[in-house]
């Protein structure tokens, strides 16, 4: 039953619609938007709009960008040997926080999950292999989450690069995180952190 | 330091100055939207502008409405003689769903608070009176909130409403919630239940 306008329910609805938004966040939202200045529920409402039209993925990377190559893609100082492999946009945002890599990433966006119908065919694996196939790169680093999925998929993409001249095919460290300890360490994390462990 | 295209930041920007969305939730919301068909973010963009531009204050509840009346004041089988006075109109919905009352309302959009700033004459307390002078009205019910602010602004409502000639002031009834328990329900409320009992 509708108990407001039409135009409040619909932007409810909207609002709703979101991931992890229930009926009564979106309810709240929706009453906050409509209490701001004319101005400002614009600016929103623009901004949805504007980073829906501007906003396409990089030719090279496949990272979000404005224009048809993103900034890292087109800057000169970036290795363009080295080619990070991530299954999100905010996984670049991640490695980018580190400032301890100046390689090149490609952005797959998404991992294989059979459970969720999504293939080899339907993340982007093949504009990789098209960047690959040109040459120049000597390493490829995977860096999908070390959960099952990411696993997976750095497995396969592994594999199709297995032979390919001079290529070097790496994936992140697992180990202890900085500052965690021992004692709370799950066993997977720990048992990892043993077989790969260094000299030092 | 900015990780995103500046259209995605800034539509980041936009959800994380939503109230209870914090910047991890304002990224996920703005990766979905992105993800989403441009018809659906349009469709969220366009319900912000248009609830924003279509939706106005009844002239005479003050509830939010699309035109001048809204659909309660307008209909000519709500009894005008009683008027149910509330802080929101998440309030007039909340009452409407009970379908046990015919009468009209009136949304004071907010109740007073000192610590907040907001004083009778930032609620529409004068819209209420101007009202109330017209005549007709024999009943007012004050339903704010029976919390601290809420209990003050009935209050003061209830003394401008003195001496007024056969106006009947009242109050929501406070007691136990239906399916509570004796045991569990706080000692005001089982105060507020034991002074308000009545005969069966």
Do not use: W
């Amino acid at each position: 039953m509708q108990h407001f306008p039409a135009p409040v329910e619909k932007l409810i609805d909207c609002f709703a619609r979101l991931p992890g938004i229930g009926r009564k966040t979106a309810q709240r939202l929706a009453f906050h938007l409509l209490s701001l200045p004319a101005e400002e529920a614009e600016e929103f409402a623009a901004a949805i709009t504007s980073a829906k039209s501007e906003v396409g993925f990089c030719k090279f990377c496949q990272n979000l960008t404005v224009g048809e190559v993103c900034p890292i893609c087109s800057s000169p100082t970036r290795d363009s040997s080295v080619i990070c492999v991530v299954s999100d946009p905010k996984d670049v945002a991640a490695i980018e926080r580190t400032a301890e890599y100046s390689g090149l990433y490609h952005v797959l966006h998404g991992v294989i999950s059979p459970m969720n119908h999504i293939g080899p065919d339907d993340i982007r694996i093949r504009e990789l292999l098209a960047r690959l196939s040109g040459g120049g790169v000597r390493e490829v680093i995977l860096a999908t989450d070390p959960d099952t999925e990411g696993e997976a998929t750095a497995l396969y993409i592994s594999r199709l690069l297995r032979g390919a001249d001079g290529l070097r095919v790496t994936r992140l460290a697992y180990g202890i995180p900085i500052g965690g300890h021992l004692e709370f360490t799950d066993a997977a994390t720990l048992g990892r952190a043993i077989e790969g462990r260094r000299e030092i």
